[in-house]
């Protein structure tokens, strides 16, 4: 409709002209007669007629093109009178600012999803990391930063910077594949798995890159696979306990007639079947005793009770474990409390929380040994919605290459240790919600940190869930 106008105007424009250029050719037919005034006016004619034209199609070509530039630049502010003299003009500023107005609601909409989207990428607990071709970084979101240990990440560049191993990673790690990384936050070893998607467009394509913090399930599955494990080696050391019965076969033997299996009369039991009786009978109490210790220690693993759950202060639970303890440390070691607030308290088994302190109080001791001034600090505090009981102490540390295997059933590097205390420990708190975590420098100081969940939605659960 406004084009039609338009056109209409344009054209009853160059009619006029049309006809009053043939009335200035019809004039000058009959100057003689002096028609020179009506010369004149129709040469006026002409001229404002074709000035009118002219400013028109220039005036309406001027607005098309602040209109088409306003739109290049993705600007939709700019307004076009609708108080114009020509209809035309009117209609097609009302339709150039319905144009515009359909342009900022859908900026608006673009935006408002622009930031709904950011707002799921940054609730989610994965990491994610996505950038083009160039480098650029597209998306970075909150958990992307606590793995990649940087606050703002313009370029892919500037992580190398950072972190020239992950940064490496990143960039060789194929859409579909899948690495798993080390990596340590908050002085704590964590293992992530990164994956790789890549996204094509037109003339260019977005590699996303996914970080996911997975330690607790490896620690899961390592636990469920020393279970399984276990059981196939309790049921091996049950199965060689068959020799034993035949040693006590043997040993019977030496006592009975081989013709009527009647015992023998007294008088045929010489010194030697009463040695090798003997000798007989050590090795199956040996034997015995072994194999019911080892197959004990390893039920002991897998065969945990319920925790029993109470409330109770970890004040208390201190004073009680350091009064334990003292009498049982060698002089020059000294055990340490702080409890920050005083009155923090636990939904927990208070009898197996003990017990995981002690242990570790012990290890600590013994990681002591030798050393001067030798001091155990036990702390407890909050923790963004976790509470921490800490065990650190200043021996010897734990080296690097054995760190990862120190909470493996039955791994020790102790003369006389059994390699369960941790094991046994880390399950305790995992049947609490929680975790056993460890920090240490070798040759200055280790600290276990006992995390137990502190929102009062988990405290509720578990306290809902024992029966009294």
Not at 88 to 97: A, C, E, Q, T, Y
Not at 194 to 214: C, P
Not at 375 to 397: F, P, R, S, T, Y
Request: aromatic share 6%; with cysteine.
């Amino acid at each position: 409709m406004v084009l039609n106008r338009f056109f209409i105007n344009i054209l009853i424009r160059v009619i006029f002209i049309a006809v009053s250029s043939v009335v200035v050719g019809v004039v000058l037919q009959h100057l003689d007669h002096g028609y020179y005034y009506t010369l004149s006016g129709m040469i006026f004619l002409i001229v404002l007629q074709t000035w009118m034209l002219v400013n028109q199609v220039n005036k309406t070509n001027t607005d098309l093109e602040r209109f088409f530039s306003s739109v290049g630049n993705h600007d939709s502010s700019i307004r076009f009178s609708d108080k114009a003299k020509n209809s035309s003009f009117r209609k097609l500023h009302d339709k150039m600012n319905s144009v515009n107005a359909i342009i900022h609601n859908g900026n608006i909409e673009i935006e408002r999803k622009g930031h709904f989207l950011q707002s799921i990428v940054d609730h989610v607990d994965v990491g994610l990391l996505a950038f083009d071709m160039n480098g650029r970084v597209e998306i970075y979101n909150r958990a992307a930063k606590k793995y990649l240990a940087a606050q703002e990440l313009r370029q892919i560049s500037a992580l190398k910077i950072r972190n020239e191993e992950i940064h490496d990673i990143i960039n060789r790690i194929k859409p579909g594949e899948e690495i798993l990384h080390k990596i340590i936050i908050n002085n704590l070893l964590q293992s992530i798995l990164i994956r790789a998607t890549e996204l094509k467009f037109e003339n260019n394509g977005i590699k996303l890159v996914s970080f996911q913090d997975i330690t607790n399930e490896l620690d899961k599955k390592e636990i469920d696979s020393w279970q399984k494990l276990i059981r196939v080696l309790t049921h091996e050391i049950m199965n060689s306990i068959s020799p034993i019965t035949s040693l006590t076969k043997v040993i019977s033997g030496y006592f009975l007639n081989p013709g009527n299996k009647k015992i023998i009369p007294s008088e045929k039991i010489d010194d030697l079947i009463v040695s090798k009786t003997l000798s007989g009978l050590n090795i199956i109490e040996e034997t015995g005793s072994g194999l019911l210790d080892f197959v004990d220690k390893y039920r002991s693993l897998t065969s945990l009770p319920k925790p029993n759950l109470t409330r109770f202060t970890i004040d208390s639970l201190f004073r009680n474990c350091k009064l334990l303890m003292e009498s049982n440390i060698p002089d020059g070691i000294v055990i340490i409390t702080s409890v920050s607030p005083v009155d923090i308290e636990i939904p927990a088994d208070y009898s197996q929380i003990e017990q995981v302190l002690i242990n570790l109080i012990k290890n600590s001791t013994e990681a002591l040994t030798g050393r001067n001034n030798g001091k155990i600090v036990l702390n407890a505090c909050h923790e963004n919605e976790d509470v921490i009981i800490q065990v650190e102490d200043n021996g010897i540390g734990i080296p690097g290459d054995i760190i990862e295997d120190i909470f493996v059933p039955f791994y020790t590097t102790k003369k006389n240790g059994s390699g369960i205390g941790l094991s046994i420990s880390k399950q305790i708190m995992r049947a609490h919600g929680g975790n056993l975590e460890v920090k240490s420098a070798p040759g200055k100081n280790t600290a276990f940190n006992m995390r137990f969940p502190d929102t009062k939605k988990a405290v509720d659960k578990r306290l809902g869930d024992q029966t009294y």
